[in-house]
């Protein structure tokens, strides 16, 4: 109910993957009439006034959708669904939860939130997901750490690694400087405001492309009002067939998020696809990371505008280390983590279901 249409896991991943399986495919999405892309129907739940309206009557309208489709599987996407599970339990549909983010963590830094519910309301959506997991056949996770919080027996890793067969060519823009890329969410969590500072800092000339939306109006001015944000260059939200070609046509991809709990374990979707276009990679320095991404990437406080700084100079000016780096990047993405060799164990979840 939250994901756009054309959400890079669910359709492009997952959707597809599954259609190409021979399944019959259809997302339940926040539209008002049905529509069709790449052969999958789009199934109308209509719009949401906001969090509260989409929470209360989200459900009741999922309800009616499975009702007209009668699936034998549902396959969810968003923690305000996870009750259909208890629901639908006596029915003979197949159902699996599939864990995109760490709510219970999320909710911890949740701005709309009074701060004084935010501990309480955390450990009680835990609470609450536990266990409506009990009524799902199969969950799907995105990292180990939140797989570990589910029946091993029903639970998966799906990690959401880049599409091989989206990778792009690069073209060439005539672009003198050093080329860096950010693309996700503008958020202050996410550390664009040091990363902007970073810019102004270098001490060689380097441009800044950011993709995505930002989180407010007020940290976008914030930002704008940077020393580095006349290096920058903003495109806004962009597809996925989009966002690629930007990565192509960059030299380094950048994903300094601050050390948070949702994001010390987490497995950032956006360095994997930088890396699947050979670029290097400067990352927050999170042990977790340092363990998946060695060899790949450089590892700053993301917090300290003057260690990114000063990171973007070493790989300017060591063309060797870019080379190696960039080696490592290609042969990781291209022989192991890329969605094609991961979606067999989307297939396989399937098919163990629904097995007579």
């Not at 896991?9 to 495919?25: A, P, Q, T």
């Not at 291209?334 to 060799?341: G, I, S, V």
Request: glycine share 6%; net charge neutral; hydrophobic share 40%.
């Amino acid at each position: 109910m939250v994901h756009p249409i054309l959400d890079n896991r669910i359709h492009y991943k997952e959707c597809i993957s599954l259609k190409n399986e021979g399944y019959d495919v259809a997302i339940a999405a926040p539209i008002i009439t049905e529509e069709q892309h790449d052969n999958i129907k789009y199934l109308p739940l209509g719009t949401f006034s906001g969090r509260l309206n989409r929470l209360m009557s989200g459900w009741r309208r999922a309800l009616k959708v499975i009702g007209e489709f009668k699936p034998d599987v549902i396959h969810i996407h968003d923690p305000e669904l996870v009750g259909l599970g208890f629901l639908l339990r006596k029915k003979q549909i197949k159902l699996i939860y599939d864990v995109h983010e760490d709510l219970p963590k999320q909710l911890l830094y949740k701005s709309w939130i009074p701060l004084v519910i935010r501990w309480p309301l955390s450990r009680i959506v835990r609470a609450f997901e536990s266990f409506s997991s009990k009524y799902f056949h199969g969950i799907l996770t995105v990292t180990n750490e939140i797989a570990n919080r589910f029946e091993p027996s029903k639970t998966d890793l799906l990690r959401n690694l880049p599409l091989l067969s989206l990778k792009k060519d690069r073209k060439t823009e005539g672009h003198k400087n050093l080329r860096l890329i950010y693309a996700g969410g503008l958020t202050r969590l996410r550390g664009i405001r040091e990363l902007i500072q970073a810019v102004s800092l270098s001490n060689q000339p380097v441009n800044l492309v950011l993709v995505g939306k930002w989180e407010s109006d007020e940290f976008r001015k914030q930002c704008e009002s940077e020393n580095g944000f006349e290096n920058c260059k903003y495109l806004g939200y962009m597809n996925m067939d989009e966002v690629y070609q930007e990565i192509a046509n960059s030299d380094v991809g950048i994903a300094t998020l601050y050390p948070i709990r949702n994001y010390l374990e987490s497995l950032p979707v956006k360095a994997f696809e930088y890396m699947l276009h050979g670029l290097p990679v400067i990352m927050s320095d999170f042990d977790y990371w340092k363990s998946q991404f060695r060899g790949a990437a450089l590892f700053v406080d993301s917090m300290n505008p003057g260690e990114i700084a000063k990171t973007i100079d070493n790989l300017i000016e060591n063309q060797n280390l870019r080379h190696e780096l960039s080696e490592r990047a290609l042969a990781l993405t291209t022989n192991e983590l890329n969605w094609e060799r991961e979606s067999q164990k989307l297939l396989e979840m399937y098919h163990k279901i629904l097995e007579p």
